[in-house]
């Protein structure tokens, strides 16, 4: 029976970096994640990603929970990230993506805005370094301003109630939309918050 031999380092699958997409409501923060698939013992990736700053601003860039072993570097300027990503754990070849990098933003742009993130210059390594085969670029997508839960631009004294309604158990609000603390968890200090901001106390949300 006739064998093939594989010598170490040989990619034998075609490999694919993918960004993410994420809707947020415009201030709010979210995650963009980053995944590989069909790469043959994955030890390392390194991309540049790139957005337009005056509608997303880069915060950070972390490795994911799931890589416990993996280290990240990262150069940010305005609007770009230099990531550079190792790991111990080699990834196996697998048409299944594995989220390996989390980019967090901020929505900064307009209300309705598709802001798209793209990336370049992206390559791997199973110890020797090579190109991905396909590369996908991800993007944000702006929606209503937190607070702004009747949808008319503006946080008034209509949305404090709707939120206080919500709180009460009377109705629902639009979840990403009514963490005005930004601490994950919609309760009583957003309400005190948005009612500091609709009488006036406080510039901003």
């Known amino acids: 029976m006739p064998c093939t031999t594989i010598t170490v380092g040989e990619n034998v699958m075609a490999g694919t970096l993918t960004l993410g997409s994420v809707q947020l409501a415009q201030g709010a923060q979210g995650v963009v994640n980053v995944s590989v698939a069909g790469v043959a013992n994955h030890v390392g990736s390194q ?72 990336v370049t210059n992206a390559k791997w390594s199973d110890n020797t370094t090579k190109s991905f085969a396909t590369v996908t670029g991800g993007s944000v997508v702006i929606q209503s301003k937190i607070g702004d839960f009747d949808g008319d631009g503006s946080i008034s004294q209509n949305d404090y109630q709707l939120l206080a309604n919500a709180i009460a158990g009377i109705g629902t609000v639009d979840v990403s939309l009514a963490d005005v603390t930004k601490d994950g968890v919609v309760d009583l200090s957003d309400l005190v918050r948005m009612h500091f901001y609709v009488k006036g106390l406080i510039p901003t949300l």
Request: hydrophobic share 40%; with cysteine.
């Open 47 to 118: 991309f540049d990603i790139g957005c337009d700053s005056a509608a997303v601003h880069i915060d950070g860039v972390s490795v994911a929970s799931s890589r416990p072993n993996g280290i990240v570097t990262v150069n940010i300027g305005n609007g770009t990230a230099k990531i550079v990503y190792t790991d111990t754990d080699a990834i196996p070849a697998s048409t299944t993506p594995t989220t390996i990098i989390a980019v967090t933003v901020t929505a900064t742009g307009a209300v309705g805005a598709s802001v798209p993130i793209t």
